[in-house]
Structure formats: structure tokens, C-alpha cells
């Protein structure tokens, strides 16, 4: 099975700054028939279901934010909030969807500072 | 509106069964694979099962293989999970969500739309 693990576990940011969050996978969720990495990345509220922020690892699903951008490819991965704002505090998961069972992160916790 | 409503969770002693159902509503059902998720404090999100828009294809974590069974009437909307010998680690919030992409023969994308969960307690 593939393992996802995120850093950090939590995270305090300024309102406004920046706020990274790192995916590292323990195989390559880049498929050689499409050149697309299988990750996804998702925000849950309090109380709320995830909901997706990204696909392919870098595309935004439709109505995020363009402060939400994805980046990396193969094995690591990264979820940066360009300007921190007050209703992204929440839990971040990825998750890889490369192969079944489709693993998450342990999730990482972005509060205000 | 895309819709996806859970019903079904519950206390339930170990060794007990529990049928979760997911009723889905504005989008065309047989197009799109369906997957369960669960949540609990000290595993995290976990994918539990999913099934293709045909109800062809199915797929299960470890955990739960030979216990499970996940199944859809496309014709009724619904996706179940049939869930047989409980353990205490079964126990969470269960999710049933859609894939983000039409795939009528396959299970392999990312969820885009989450029902708000049922809660299953295995316990004595």
C-alpha cells in the first residue's frame, strides 16, 4: 500500500502570509501513460466533510480560491495559501488516488498566529 | 444541485452488521463511481471502498475485505455499504462521496462532492 505523510502536523500563520504544506508518498503517484500525478488535496472545516481544493496535484477544482495553489510531482508535493485568510483555518489532507487503497495524509492543522 | 445524503449508521455490538446507504441526487448516478470514506480520531480519513458507475468494478481496503460489500441500484439512486462482523475499529464517521470524473468502468479519482456522514459506534 502506499503511505502519504504530510508536514508539518500543524501550522500558525499571520493573516495574509503565506502558509505551506508538504506531501511526501512512499511511491511515485506520477503515471507514465498520462504524465499526471494522481494526488489531491482537501480542506475540512469543523464539523464538515473534506472538501477538494486540488487535482493532478496542481489543478484547482473549480471555485477555489487563487490564493490555493499545488505543486510537485513523483513523490513530493507541496499545498501553498498565498495570503492566509480567516476561513482557512482547518485541517489539509492530500491524498493519492494513483492506486487503490487511496491513502490520505494524517492531515495538518493551519491556525491563525 | 449535487446531493448525497447517508443514512443507516448506529450503535451496534461487535460481531453485528449495519447497511449504510448513500442517496444520491443531481447528477446521473450511473456515471460516476461512488466511494466510501471514514473518519475517526485515531486513524484519520480513510478510504473504505468504492464502486464504478456500472457497479462493475469494486475495491476495498484490507481492513474491511470479506466484511464489506459495496453495491448500487442506479436505477434508485442509492449506493449501499453492507457492513458484516463489526469490530470496535470500525467504529467513525462514514462518508459516501463522488468522483470527480465520469467513469462508468473504472474507480480512480479524487471526490469532489461528500454527503455529511453517518455515525457508526461499535461497542458493548
Known amino acids: 500500500d502506499i503511505v502519504v505523510t504530510q508536514s508539518p502536523d500543524s501550522l500558525a500563520v499571520s493573516l495574509g502570509e503565506r502558509a505551506t504544506i508538504n506531501c511526501k508518498s512512499s511511491q511515485s503517484l506520477l503515471s507514465t501513460s498520462n504524465n499526471k500525478n494522481y494526488l489531491a488535496w482537501y480542506r475540512q472545516k469543523p464539523g464538515q466533510p473534506p472538501n477538494l481544493l486540488m487535482y493532478?496535484?496542481?489543478i484547482r477544482e473549480s471555485g477555489v480560491p487563487d490564493r490555493f495553489s499545488g505543486s510537485g510531482s513523483g513523490t513530493d508535493f507541496s499545498l501553498t495559501i498565498s495570503s492566509l485568510q480567516a476561513e482557512d483555518v482547518a485541517v489539509y489532507y492530500c491524498?493519492?488516488?494513483?492506486?487503490?487503497?487511496?491513502?490520505f495524509g494524517q492531515g495538518t492543522k493551519v491556525e491563525i498566529k | 444541485e449535487v446531493q448525497l445524503v447517508e443514512s443507516g449508521g448506529g450503535l451496534v455490538q461487535p460481531g453485528g452488521s449495519l447497511r449504510l446507504s448513500c442517496a444520491a441526487s443531481?447528477?446521473?448516478?450511473?456515471?460516476?463511481?461512488i466511494y466510501w470514506f471514514r473518519q475517526t480520531p485515531g486513524k484519520g480519513l480513510q478510504w473504505v471502498s468504492g464502486i464504478s458507475g456500472s457497479g462493475g468494478i469494486t475495491a476495498y481496503a484490507d481492513s474491511v475485505k470479506g466484511r464489506f460489500t459495496i453495491s448500487r441500484d442506479n436505477s434508485q439512486n442509492t449506493v449501499s455499504l453492507q457492513m458484516n462482523s463489526l469490530r470496535a475499529e470500525d467504529t467513525g464517521a462514514y462518508f459516501c462521496a463522488k468522483d470527480l470524473f465520469p467513469h462508468s468502468y473504472s474507480i480512480r479519482g479524487p471526490s469532489d462532492y461528500w454527503g455529511q456522514g453517518t455515525l457508526v459506534t461499535v461497542s458493548s
Open positions: 443531481g447528477f446521473i448516478l450511473s456515471s460516476y463511481a
Open positions: 493532478w496535484a496542481s
Open positions: 491524498q493519492q488516488y494513483y492506486n487503490t487503497p487511496y491513502s
